[in-house]
């Protein structure tokens, strides 16, 4: 038996190919203590243990079998698979909509690789056509890869990179942008993207999936086609994430670039409006608004991009206990701005107070924002609070605290001048501080409850 038959394979999962004569690609049934199962033999990672071989059953998902429960394996054929789709030439007509689609990485442009295991950036843009062919049928996709990267390596210069390549394609007339991207800091480039790129004549619209493409539960094909018709048909000009609403595949969402978070690691409904409510929900060929007070589309190719950003900010999570020296070291280290993320309505322990005091002589610029996600900083309340703004501390709203961390790196990214930095941050540009939450913006699940219950029944479809 040769190396490619076996691939991955090693130890006592290595003697039972040679036992019961099969290959990695072959179909098979496998008799087991725990019943019988048939699919296709898959390669191991390498860095696996010797204990199991793995099958792709029927369904399209993968099961491991511990070899000390097999009792017999028959191979039924033999076919190599190819997990690589094809990279194909996006069809044109004239009467769709001209759609660009930037890809950056992410699970909605990845493989899974068999050498190792692991989800890994492997789709060209121009391969997500081959894989979602649907997408023909609402509008004009031309591709670009601008990078091929997980989401926790998207940063600053990406965003600036993106900010610029967005400009381009609207000055060309674009009618709608699609920006495909990981999801776990797909939040942190919304942001950006708000900040930098404003007011835009079409949408601008980020999308990814939480499993990768080759899971049959997938939900990368669907946020690709609801970003597509957004992207193409919308009248909202905006900065908008793009994904699943509920845990079906019956809508999805859109929500504000600076006013969303992601939730739940695996979860394909991940992605939560906080402190308001979505946009709107889209369906495969239509749109419905929450809100209506979005800016329009427009048929001109104006837009104002501002793509700058100062790496020398941070964002400090209290705890309790925490030592002055912790904020101290930043200072140190030449940090220009800090975003604290503070209990309550805002508060850090009185340890900090001398290190609030240096770095804000410093010309640090400090700003409070909340553990709780939900609600207002509020720090006129109680004594704490006042003695933190009034040694440099200032109150973001009820900005999210991601989304004050991306913002004050934009601020000091055109300005050094502390009191112009505190002008921009708290100059809403798109919902990032809102006059009031409204009643429905806080929504918090807990099983258990009647009433919650049978709302969940019917929700969870």
Same mark, same amino acid.
């Given at each position: 038996?040769?190396?490619?038959?076996?691939?991955?394979?090693? &130890?006592?999962?290595?003697?039972?190919? $040679?036992?019961?004569?099969?290959?990695?690609?072959?179909?098979?049934?496998?008799?087991? #203590?725990?019943?019988?199962? =048939?699919?296709?033999?898959?390669?191991?990672?390498?860095?696996?243990?010797?204990?199991?071989?793995?099958?792709?059953?029927?369904?399209?998902?993968?099961?491991?079998?511990?070899?000390?429960?097999?009792?017999?394996?028959? $191979?039924?054929?033999?076919?190599?698979?190819?997990?690589?789709?094809?990279?194909? %030439?996006?069809?044109? /007509? /004239?009467?769709?909509?001209?759609?660009?689609?930037?890809? #950056? &990485?992410?699970?909605?442009?990845?493989?899974?690789?068999?050498?190792?295991?692991?989800?890994?950036?492997?789709?060209?843009?121009?391969?997500?056509?081959?894989?979602?062919? =649907?997408?023909?049928?609402?509008?004009?996709?031309?591709?670009?890869?601008?990078?091929?990267?997980?989401?926790?390596?998207?940063?600053?210069?990406?965003?600036?990179?993106?900010?610029? %390549?967005?400009?381009?394609?609207?000055?060309?007339?674009?009618?709608?942008?699609?920006?495909?991207?990981?999801?776990?800091?797909?939040?942190? #480039?919304?942001?950006?993207?708000?900040?930098?790129?404003?007011?835009?004549?079409?949408?601008?619209?980020?999308? &990814?999936?939480?499993?990768?493409?080759?899971?049959?539960?997938?939900?990368?094909?669907?946020?690709?086609?609801?970003?597509?018709?957004?992207?193409?048909? /919308?009248?909202?000009? $905006?900065?908008?994430?793009?994904?699943?609403?509920?845990?079906?595949? =019956?809508?999805?969402?859109?929500?504000?670039?600076?006013?969303?978070?992601?939730?739940?690691?695996?979860?394909?409904?991940?992605?939560?409006?906080?402190?308001?409510?979505?946009?709107?929900?889209?369906?495969?060929?239509?749109?419905?608004?929450?809100?209506?007070?979005?800016?329009?589309?427009?048929?001109?190719?104006?837009?104002?991009?501002?793509?700058?950003?100062?790496?020398?900010?941070?964002?400090?999570?209290?705890?309790?206990?925490?030592?002055?020296?912790?904020?101290?070291?930043?200072?140190?280290?030449?940090?220009?701005?800090?975003?604290?993320?503070?209990?309550? @309505?805002?508060?850090?322990?009185?340890? @900090?107070?001398?290190?609030?005091?240096? %770095?804000?002589?410093?010309? !640090?610029?400090?700003?409070?924002?909340?553990?709780?996600?939900?609600?207002?900083?509020?720090?006129? !309340?109680?004594?704490?609070?006042?003695?933190?703004?009034?040694?440099?501390?200032?109150?973001?709203?009820?900005?999210?605290?991601?989304?004050?961390?991306?913002?004050?790196?934009?601020?000091?990214?055109?300005?050094?001048?502390?009191?112009?930095?505190?002008?921009?941050?708290?100059?809403?540009? %798109?919902?990032?501080?809102?006059?009031? $939450?409204?009643?429905?913006?806080?929504?918090?699940?807990?099983? &258990?409850?009647?009433?919650?219950?049978?709302?969940?029944?019917?929700?969870?479809?």
């Amino acid at each position: 038996m040769q190396a490619d038959d076996t691939q991955g394979y090693k &130890g006592e999962s290595l003697e039972v190919f $040679e036992k019961y004569d099969f290959r990695v690609w072959g179909k098979v049934k496998v008799t087991t #203590t725990r019943g019988v199962f =048939e699919g296709t033999v898959l390669p191991r990672s390498e860095n696996d243990d010797d204990q199991h071989i793995v099958l792709k059953i029927i369904t399209g998902y993968n099961i491991g079998i511990n070899i000390k429960t097999i009792t017999d394996i028959v $191979e039924l054929g033999y076919s190599k698979a190819n997990y690589k789709i094809p990279e194909k %030439a996006f069809p044109y /007509s /004239s009467d769709k909509p001209n759609v660009k689609l930037f890809g #950056t &990485g992410g699970t909605i442009a990845s493989r899974l690789d068999y050498r190792t295991g692991a989800v890994i950036p492997a789709f060209s843009p121009g391969e997500l056509y081959g894989a979602v062919p =649907e997408l023909a049928d609402i509008c004009n996709i031309e591709t670009e890869k601008l990078f091929s990267v997980f989401s926790e390596n998207m940063g600053p210069e990406q965003y600036i990179i993106l900010a610029k %390549a967005i400009e381009k394609e609207i000055e060309k007339g674009t009618d709608g942008i699609i920006i495909g991207h990981g999801t776990d800091t797909l939040h942190h #480039t919304a942001a950006a993207l708000t900040f930098m790129v404003q007011d835009p004549p079409v949408p601008i619209v980020l999308v &990814g999936s939480q499993r990768s493409s080759d899971r049959p539960s997938s939900d990368a094909a669907m946020n690709l086609i609801h970003a597509a018709y957004t992207a193409s048909k /919308s009248d909202i000009a $905006e900065v908008m994430v793009c994904m699943f609403g509920p845990t079906s595949d =019956e809508y999805g969402f859109l929500h504000s670039g600076t006013r969303v978070r992601k939730m739940h690691s695996s979860y394909r409904s991940t992605f939560r409006t906080i402190g308001d409510t979505p946009i709107a929900t889209v369906r495969r060929n239509s749109i419905t608004k929450i809100k209506t007070d979005r800016k329009p589309r427009r048929s001109d190719k104006n837009v104002r991009v501002n793509a700058v950003f100062n790496t020398k900010v941070s964002m400090l999570y209290y705890y309790p206990g925490m030592q002055p020296d912790v904020l101290d070291a930043m200072v140190d280290k030449g940090y220009k701005g800090i975003v604290i993320v503070g209990t309550g @309505l805002g508060h850090v322990n009185k340890l @900090l107070y001398p290190a609030i005091e240096r %770095a804000a002589e410093k010309g !640090v610029a400090i700003y409070m924002t909340l553990q709780t996600i939900w609600g207002y900083v509020n720090m006129f !309340v109680y004594d704490t609070g006042r003695d933190l703004m009034s040694k440099g501390i200032v109150p973001a709203g009820n900005m999210l605290p991601e989304t004050a961390f991306i913002k004050l790196g934009w601020a000091l990214g055109q300005t050094d001048d502390i009191e112009e930095v505190k002008r921009i941050m708290l100059t809403p540009v %798109a919902d990032e501080i809102t006059p009031r $939450e409204p009643y429905d913006g806080y929504l918090v699940y807990q099983g &258990g409850v009647p009433e919650v219950d049978e709302f969940v029944k019917n929700f969870r479809k």
